[in-house]
């Protein structure tokens, strides 16, 4: 689907960067997930093995490596939340359903005109009296009636 959004709208961005990214920052999350949990687990059995007075230097290097681990998971998960972010901020928005498929606002097609020429002149073109003096009205008297009305 944004493949096609960015084709439809002829523009060249690294999707498939994108899409990697966002795996790797997914995987990357659920790696420390994993490592928080295997800590937690160490730090319960080294008070229950406090408890029974048990030797826990072996359970402590354990811990420490597990800490390193997820400093350096952290430290990876931040660079790749940066890189994945500066992706997804440049991506741009998805164009609505109703808005025509072109390169640019050349290929658009015009349903209704409403400035008719370069003195801002308002003309209505859904009116069939269109060429009627009485209905080609200047921007500042149209407010003024507007004002007037309320």
């Known amino acids: 689907m944004v493949k096609e959004m960015l084709v439809k709208r002829n523009i060249n961005f690294p999707v498939d ?20 949990h295997q800590k937690n687990i160490r730090a319960k059995e080294i008070a229950t093995a ?5 030797n ?20 990876e998960r931040r660079q790749n939340e940066q890189n994945f972010l500066k992706y997804i901020n ?22 209704k005109r409403v400035l008719t020429n370069l003195n801002n002149s308002f003309h209505d073109t859904s009116d069939k009296r269109n060429n009627d003096p009485e209905i080609l ?8 009636l507007i004002l007037l009305m309320n």
Do not use: C, Y
Request: proline share 4%.
């Open 137 to 144: 009205l200047n921007l500042r008297e149209r407010a003024m």
């Open 90 to 111: 440049s991506l741009p928005n998805f164009p609505h359903e109703s808005v025509p498929i072109g390169k640019d606002e050349t290929e658009n097609v015009v349903i």
């Open 56 to 75: 826990i230097s072996n359970s402590l290097k354990m811990m420490e490596e597990i800490g390193l681990q997820i400093k350096r998971a952290e430290d």
């Open 50 to 54: 406090k408890k029974r007075k048990e």
């Open 17 to 36: 960067d994108l899409f990697d990214s966002d795996k790797k920052r997914r995987n990357l999350i659920v790696e420390l997930q994993n490592l928080k």
